[in-house]
């Protein structure tokens, strides 16, 4: 599982300009989400570091991070256990989610009526939208939740909200989707990924009510994929999703 966990998450390829305890903490919360490491589970530091080729040094700074996000939590002389999220935590993450994103996607795309700066902003969002879009064709799940993540936040922070932004980023890491996996063996991130075109259609198109109901049916329909994947349930793809 080491090698697995080391090729997977990339440390390598990240931004060198990052703190190591960054890279290898960005690499923890890939390992999390694509369900490398699971829930339950308790790792050391010097094992992680020894997976990941790096000292434990950074990998115990980089754990500590985490369990102030809430992804882990210190157990006494063994090192970290994964937490668990339970499917009432979800719920509650994505209705503020849902909270904040879809009104601020209103009033984004309210915004790109009159102003032509943001609808190139909006534009310049496209190729996010297609990465989104090929890393799921590829089964490459980190660059299809790297792409997802940064595609989110950049449209929110057109806002001009930092503290929106860094709340909704939080929110991302701690509802972590580590069973994405199943839904990508079932071919369902496709259809997902295929969303965010849709919704930068609505949004440079100014329609701000299309937008808001692309964005809560995004958000809902990743949720509920997710729990019915979690609990083994036959998930299908809706008939018309290949055309989105």
């Not at 102030?68 to 209705?95: A, C, M």
């Not at 496209?126 to 989104?132: D, G």
Request: a neutral charge.
């Amino acid at each position: 599982m080491g090698d697995r966990l080391k090729l997977r998450t990339r440390i390598t390829t990240l931004p060198t300009q990052e703190r190591l305890s960054d890279r290898v903490a960005h690499a923890l919360r890939a390992a999390l989400i694509s369900g490398e490491l699971r829930p339950g589970e308790v790792h050391s530091a010097p094992g992680l570091a020894t997976r990941f080729g790096v000292s434990a040094t950074p990998v115990r700074e980089a754990m500590l991070e985490l369990a102030r996000e809430g992804l882990v939590e210190p157990v006494r002389n063994k090192g970290f256990r994964i937490t668990e999220v339970s499917e009432r935590d979800l719920d509650q993450y994505t209705q503020l989610r849902a909270l904040i994103e879809v009104p601020t996607v209103g009033a984004v795309t309210g915004s790109s009526v009159t102003d032509a700066a943001t609808r190139r902003q909006l534009e310049a969002l496209r190729p996010v939208a297609e990465e989104i879009v090929t890393s799921a064709r590829d089964h490459d799940l980190i660059g299809y939740l790297d792409a997802d993540r940064r595609f989110h936040l950049s449209l929110l922070s057109l806002s001009g909200n930092d503290r929106l932004v860094e709340t909704v980023g939080d929110l991302r890491k701690r509802s972590r989707l580590y069973g994405l996996t199943a839904l990508d063996e079932r071919g369902l991130l496709v259809a997902s990924a295929r969303e965010h075109h849709e919704l930068l259609d609505l949004m440079v198109a100014g329609d701000a009510a299309g937008a808001e109901a692309c964005m809560a049916r995004h958000l809902g329909h990743v949720r509920s994929l997710w729990a019915r994947s979690r609990n083994g349930a036959d998930v299908s793809v809706p008939a018309d999703a290949g055309d989105r």
